[in-house]
């Protein structure tokens, strides 16, 4: 094999665990090169993963437009601004989250070029081992071998499918049909009342579709710190979601134009539902059929995940696996995280990952936020904490936005004040978060936060406030 062709790290997959992995690598000094599949509509590279191309960048730019929508028909008039003659461009306003996606795709490319990582264009697969090293073929719009001493496996994951309703993009969607729906409909099924159901239901429900969310657990959002998660679920009921808990799916019949939903309520009652679409979140599973993991002897566990140590080593040395392949959350700066940790501990450094301070957030409006442990979590486990509340309501910079709907909770230990969580719900609480993943970082108390002077008016002054109120002398509450 040419030297051309060989490399000091291949990673397999352009997603955000992937592409980051590569350019730290390339960062290093490291020989890189990175292989992926996606292929966009006129048949080129579509670097990013899920999340650029289906996920995460496409979802919040439709998240944007129609809560520009929505206030533009409800809330502007509040403002003085009177709209008359609202109409709904549903084709320009999905060319525009394609252009927002194609932006970022070319980017990624820009940046493979700026830090000289190669770029192969097609699906990696093993075909064995090579020395100390590893042969990988590239079969799609690019054809090769090459082989490299390190391989990172960044594949990423697929939308779980209901077994009695196969994904056609069409009429029974995951997140990419979900993305892409080229009318309005008049009644949309959500069943999922997660992250993508969630988001994916107030894209849609804001542009004029009745939502009916259909959610097999009996509590909403139970990841989530209750309090918030209560306030959550009153602001989308309010809003005109239709959620319904501890629900039972039974058969789903496809139609040519709809599909009929039959499934028993929280009181084990028969019901059946008919929609013009139906969005199927119920979780994702990692993406590792077909990779020849078999010609390296590379095993995976009995729901597919590649098995990694801490530092994300598989067991077989050599090759690593970050993301949504491996154990954690998956999120897509979890995984970019693990790619620069991994190929800092391929140059010998000390990678840094820390699960306890990785952010969670849900993009609906309001949006909920969340770092650390719920108070569910500390009961269960027997911590003694404190906590602290501040509603948005009490927050000037919140009254002057017009939207004064949730809170921000802070959790601390009851002996030593150390903050052990913080959640939120309100607006661009996204945003709010990271003050909290920084101060959970450093081991801050409450009182840090709580004497950290905050810019006023803000709404990071509610932050300071929940954890005033942590020792019960919030000011302006």
């Known amino acids: ?40 509509a006129k048949g080129g590279p579509a670097l990013g993963g899920t999340c650029t191309n289906v996920g995460c960048i496409p979802s919040k730019a439709l998240l944007q437009s129609s809560e ?51 770029f192969f264009h097609g699906r990696g697969t093993f075909a064995g081992k090579e020395g100390e090293g590893f042969t990988i073929d590239v079969t799609g ?56 159901g969630l988001e ?7 542009v004029g579709a009745q939502v009916t969310v259909l959610e097999g657990l009996p509590t909403f959002l139970g990841a989530v710190d209750q309090q918030i998660a209560k306030e959550a679920h009153k602001a989308f009921t309010k809003q005109g979601l239709a959620i319904h808990l501890g629900v039972k799916i039974g058969n789903i019949t ?5 599909v009929t939903v039959e499934y028993a309520d ?62 954690g959350p998956m999120l897509a700066h979890k995984a970019e995280e693990e790619g620069v940790a991994v190929a800092e501990r391929i140059a010998g450094q000390h990678g840094h990952v820390n699960f306890n301070t990785i952010p ?28 602290g509340t501040f509603p948005f309501m009490a927050n000037g910079r919140a009254r002057a936005l017009g939207d004064t709907t949730g809170m921000v909770k802070v959790i601390a230990d009851a002996a030593t004040d150390e903050i052990l969580g913080v959640h939120i719900v309100g607006p661009v609480a996204s945003e709010l978060i990271s003050e909290a993943v920084v101060a959970m970082e450093f081991k801050a108390s ?11 008016p803000t709404l990071s002054e509610a932050t300071k406030e929940a954890a005033l109120a942590v020792d019960k002398r919030s000011l302006n509450f």
């Open 68 to 118: 520009h929508f929505e206030h533009a028909g409800h809330a502007f008039k509040e403002h003085g601004i009177n709209v008359s003659g609202l109409e709904l461009d549903l084709a320009q306003m999905l060319k525009r989250k394609d252009g927002v996606v194609k932006a970022n795709n070319d980017g990624i490319v820009y940046l493979f070029k700026k830090n000289k990582v190669t």
């Open 446 to 456: 409450a009182e840090d936060i709580a004497r950290i002077c905050h810019a006023h």
């Open 266 to 327: 929280a009181t084990g009652a028969a019901q059946t539902a008919t929609f013009d679409r139906l969005i199927v979140s119920i979780g994702r599973v990692p993406n590792t059929n077909g990779l020849g993991f078999d010609k390296v002897g590379l095993q995976l566990d009995e729901r597919g995940f590649i098995a990694v140590d801490d530092e994300c080593r598989t067991g077989v040395p050599g090759i690593w696996a970050v993301g949504d392949v491996v154990r």
């Open 360 to 387: 969670w957030v849900i993009y609906t409006s309001p949006e909920i936020a969340w770092v650390g442990r719920t108070e569910e979590q500390l009961k269960k486990d027997g911590v003694a904490y404190k906590a």
């Open 254 to 258: 496809k139609g040519a134009d709809n």
């Open 1 to 40: 094999m040419s030297t051309e062709k060989q490399f000091d790290v291949v990673v397999i997959g352009g997603g955000p665990g992937g592409y980051v992995a590569a350019i730290r690598a390339a960062q290093l000094g490291f020989k890189t090169a990175c292989i992926d599949d996606a292929v966009n």
């Open 141 to 196: 719009p690019t054809t090769d071998t090459i082989s490299a001493k390190n391989v990172i496996v960044a594949t990423g994951s697929n939308p779980r499918e209901l077994p009695n309703a196969p994904f056609d993009e069409k009429i029974i969607l995951s997140n990419t049909g979900a993305l892409a729906i080229d009318a309005v409909p008049a009644k949309l099924g959500v069943i999922g009342a997660g992250v993508i």
């Open 200 to 206: 994916m239901g107030s894209v849609w429900r804001r």
